[in-house]
C-alpha cells in the first residue's frame, strides 16, 4: 500500500487544507460585530459556569450570555463578571451569534464588551485584536499549507506520471 500522505493525494490534501484555512480566516474576520450591531443587556449576574474556553452566565434581566476566552486574553473581562453578583454591570452582545449547552436550557448569546458603571472594561477594539491575532494563527496556517500544497502539486507535474518513474527517453531509443 502506498503512502497517499506523500503522494499526489497528500499534495493536493495540502493545497485544499490551505485555502480551507485561509477561508476560514475570512469568515471569521467577517462575522465579527461592529459596533452598531451589538445590543446591552444590564443586571447583576444570577448565574454563571465557566469552562476551559467560555464563561456562561445569566443576568437579572434574564438574558443568557457567553464571554469566551478567545476575546479575553488578559481576562479582565471574565474577571468581572466573576465578581457581578454583588454589583450590575452592562455586557454588549451580538444576538445573531448564539450557542447552546448541555448543562443550561436554552441559547446564549456571544458577549464582546462589559462595562461596570458605564466605564468599559476593555474597548471593542482590544476585543477585536485579541480575536484577530487568534484568527491570524489560522491564517498563517493556511499560507503554509498552501503552499507546501503548491509545491509538492508542482513536483507531482507532468514528469511523475511519465513511464520509467519520470525519466524521458533517450534519444537513442526512438
Known sequence: MKDWFAGERGAYFFLWLGIGLI??????????????????????????????????FILSDRQQLVLYAKGDADGRQRATIRDAAMYPVSVRFFRQQKTGIGFAPGDFYTAYSVAVGGKEVAALEAVRAAYRRDNLIALAMGIAATLAGAWRVRSFGASSRRAGGGRPASRRSR
Open 23 to 56: 477561508a476560514l480566516f475570512g469568515v471569521l474576520e467577517y462575522r465579527f460585530p461592529r459596533l452598531e450591531q451589538l445590543e446591552t443587556a444590564r443586571g447583576r449576574v444570577v448565574w454563571q459556569q465557566e469552562t476551559r474556553g467560555a464563561l456562561y
